[in-house]
């Protein structure tokens, strides 16, 4: 049987683009002086629940003097517009985090009510970040004194489309998870149906019937004044766990003009076939 668990949390203080955007070198890889600012690439850090949101700081992260250390578990492919989450735990209780790039100037600071051993966040990509092999993100702890040394967490970031709206899915385990979004007119866009007649589209297939990729993301798409006025629905479809015990998700709703919304959850034990979620999520354009 399978469990299914799902927290919906609203993203908030989502950063406007400060500057234009490149990609630069044959393997698209960060540069700095290109990418001055972390916001350019991550336009916010906060906890999973929406609870507590991260402040971007201006300068050079906090040097490591001694305190918590980090160890991290979180998804590695990422999509603009998409996200990045991470469970970071220590064996000693913390207050703060600090998220921060190579390359890249200044930082994220996250101050958590209460000291804590264990935290699950998410770092939302801003939707025109470029495509890069390899990004690396450091996440550092501290209990109010005394910043821990920072712990690396390497990430690639895939192209894709966005537009008036855009849905995507980004999962931990070589499994096939299907993402489904009904338009306003009852047509829905998935594997079976790669673009509607309103425009939506199938952007980002993962892993279809267990023909591993590494990808682990799908994203659906209307392109700017192409989405039609109405209400969408988000499906989740757990088309088969590949053998795997579980599968970690998150799911991340961009419509122009209004608040990105993130869900997460978890599929446990072998898939069954069908729509596993339904109505996962819907909003009105």
């Given amino acids: 049987m399978k469990v299914l668990e799902a927290v919906l949390r609203k993203a908030p203080g989502w950063g406007m683009v400060a500057a234009a955007v490149l990609m630069t070198g044959c393997g698209g890889e960060l540069k700095p002086n290109i990418l001055p600012s ?18 971007l700081r201006t300068g050079d992260r906090p040097g490591a003097v001694g305190g918590p250390v980090a160890s991290l578990d979180g998804i590695k492919v990422g999509i603009n517009g998409g996200s990045l989450p991470i469970t970071i735990t220590s064996p ?28 699950d966040l998410v770092a939302s990509i ?22 821990g040394d920072y712990a690396l967490h390497d990430v690639r970031i895939l192209r894709v489309a966005t537009g008036d709206v855009q849905v995507s899915v980004a999962w931990d385990s070589p499994t096939d998870v299907d993402l489904r979004v009904t338009d306003p007119s009852g047509e829905e866009v998935y594997f079976g149906n790669l673009q509607s007649q309103s425009g939506g589209f199938l952007d980002l297939d993962s892993n279809p019937a267990c023909n591993i990729d590494g990808i682990n993301n799908e994203n659906i798409v209307w392109s700017t004044g192409d989405a039609p006025a109405g209400m969408y629905k988000v499906s989740l479809d757990y088309w088969s766990d590949c053998g795997e015990p579980e599968t970690d998700w998150v799911v991340t709703v961009q419509s122009q003009g209004q608040e990105p919304q993130i869900f997460s959850g978890k599929f446990t034990g072998p898939s069954a ?5 339904d109505s996962l999520a819907s909003f009105t354009r």
């Fill in 38 to 55: 972390l916001d350019d690439v991550l336009s916010a850090l906060s906890t999973l629940d929406g609870a507590t949101t991260a402040t």
């Fill in 92 to 119: 000693t209780a913390f207050t703060r985090v600090i998220l921060a790039a190579e390359g890249l100037d200044n930082y994220y600071e996250l101050v958590l009510p209460a000291p804590v051993t264990s935290v």
């Fill in 126 to 147: 801003q939707p025109s970040a470029p495509a890069t092999n390899r990004m690396d993100l450091l996440y550092g702890l501290s209990a109010g004194s005394g910043q």
């Fill in 273 to 277: 076939g069908g729509v596993d979620i």
